[in-house]
């Protein structure tokens, strides 16, 4: 529902001269006259679909609800500046729960130096939903874009993917701070986070470049938490797929020039690790990489947003 919602929006939301990115990246990019660009992103966490109220802590939704925008954030490469909160709150136990969600939201919101600066809260006879306005600034060198990867890129990602179900998904830490580090120090002709699974984040990512990409499944880095999962449910997916397909990992894939590429890997400038997981391709769509060099089609998976439980 949602890829085919945002293709209508599209088609039929008009070009506007503040906007220029339109709607295609993580986050969107306002021109403010006399203040430079402003970059802008939202995200809504529905109790039911995003989380389970009774199975998590409320500080760890708050939390989430945070590192989700600033994670849209890193995509773009930039600044965290301001967060607006809006909260609709269950009706029984109302300000409790309120305070809670602040016990996550704050320090996340310290951390990366961004100010609380408003937003709305109300109560109703349903469940929670918390949804998060995050106001960034760019660099000197600009937003990072969806669509700038060229054939011939080298496709390098941060950390390890799969199993974010066993925790991760409520845990992790916005790259941020290491999307900035690269931009300010690479040259870097593309970037997305990995919310939705690493194969569908990366095929949009390849078609917003019109182009493709080939990727090398013994590459790819699959966090111990994917064979953990496959370990509790051995009739489900492998360590493997629960990396291409799980989402909510949030760590980024980036396109470099080979060159540049080589320069990144041999240097490791991060506190975490960079990988070369294959290609960008001049055939549009997702593919295999064989040891051979054949490529063959690989289907993107991933979290499709039609309602999945936490």
Same mark, same amino acid.
């Given at each position: 529902?949602?890829?085919?919602?945002?293709?209508?929006?599209?088609?039929?939301?008009?070009?506007?001269?503040?906007?220029?990115?339109?709607?295609?990246?993580?986050?969107?990019?306002?021109?403010?006259?006399?203040?430079?660009?402003?970059?802008?992103?939202?995200?809504?966490?529905?109790?039911?679909?995003?989380?389970?109220?009774?199975?998590?802590?409320?500080?760890?939704?708050?939390?989430?609800?945070?590192?989700?925008?600033?994670?849209?954030?890193?995509?773009?490469?930039?600044?965290?500046? @301001?967060?607006?909160?809006?909260?609709?709150?269950?009706?029984? +136990?109302?300000?409790? $729960?309120?305070? /809670? *969600?602040? #016990? =996550?939201?704050?320090?996340?919101?310290?951390?990366?130096?961004?100010?609380?600066?408003?937003?709305?809260?109300?109560?109703?006879?349903?469940?929670?939903?918390?949804?998060?306005?995050?106001?960034?600034?760019?660099?000197?060198?600009?937003?990072?874009?969806?669509?700038?990867?060229?054939?011939?890129?080298?496709?390098?990602?941060?950390?390890?993917?799969?199993?974010?179900?066993?925790?991760?998904?409520?845990?992790?830490?916005?790259?941020?701070?290491?999307?900035?580090?690269?931009?300010?120090?690479?040259?870097?002709?593309?970037?997305?986070?990995?919310?939705?699974?690493?194969?569908?984040?990366?095929?949009?990512?390849?078609?917003?470049?019109?182009?493709?990409?080939?990727?090398?499944?013994?590459?790819?880095?699959?966090?111990? @938490?994917?064979?953990?999962?496959?370990?509790?449910?051995?009739? +489900?997916?492998?360590? $493997?797929?629960? /990396? *291409?397909? #799980? =989402?909510?990992?949030?760590?980024?894939?980036?396109?470099?020039?080979?060159?540049?590429?080589?320069?990144?890997?041999?240097?490791?400038?991060?506190?975490?690790?960079?990988?070369?997981?294959?290609?960008?391709?001049?055939?549009?769509?997702?593919?295999?990489?064989?040891?051979?060099?054949?490529?063959?089609?690989?289907?993107?998976?991933?979290?499709?947003?039609?309602?999945?439980?936490?």
């Amino acid at each position: 529902m949602e890829s085919d919602f945002i293709a209508w929006l599209r088609r039929c939301v008009p070009a506007h001269p503040r906007l220029p990115l339109g709607l295609r990246d993580d986050a969107a990019v306002v021109s403010a006259t006399g203040c430079g660009d402003i970059v802008v992103t939202s995200d809504l966490l529905t109790e039911g679909v995003d989380f389970r109220l009774h199975d998590c802590q409320a500080a760890a939704i708050g939390r989430k609800a945070v590192a989700v925008n600033l994670s849209d954030l890193a995509a773009m490469a930039a600044r965290p500046v @301001a967060l607006l909160v809006s909260l609709a709150l269950p009706r029984t +136990g109302a300000a409790t $729960l309120a305070r /809670a *969600l602040y #016990d =996550g939201i704050l320090p996340l919101a310290a951390e990366f130096e961004a100010a609380i600066a408003g937003g709305d809260t109300n109560t109703w006879d349903g469940g929670l939903v918390i949804s998060v306005t995050a106001l960034g600034e760019l660099t000197a060198r600009g937003p990072l874009r969806r669509d700038g990867a060229q054939p011939g890129d080298s496709i390098l990602v941060t950390g390890s993917f799969g199993g974010s179900l066993l925790g991760k998904h409520l845990t992790f830490t916005p790259r941020v701070r290491e999307a900035l580090a690269l931009h300010a120090r690479y040259e870097l002709h593309a970037g997305i986070d990995v919310s939705d699974g690493l194969s569908l984040d990366l095929s949009r990512l390849a078609a917003e470049s019109q182009c493709g990409a080939a990727v090398k499944l013994a590459a790819i880095p699959v966090d111990p @938490a994917a064979f953990e999962l496959t370990r509790q449910q051995p009739a +489900g997916p492998s360590p $493997l797929e629960h /990396a *291409l397909a #799980d =989402g909510e990992d949030f760590e980024l894939i980036l396109a470099a020039a080979p060159g540049e590429a080589q320069r990144i890997l041999q240097q490791q400038p991060l506190d975490i690790p960079i990988t070369c997981i294959g290609r960008f391709v001049p055939q549009r769509g997702l593919w295999q990489e064989n040891p051979d060099g054949t490529l063959a089609e690989l289907t993107p998976r991933g979290w499709q947003h039609r309602g999945r439980e936490k």
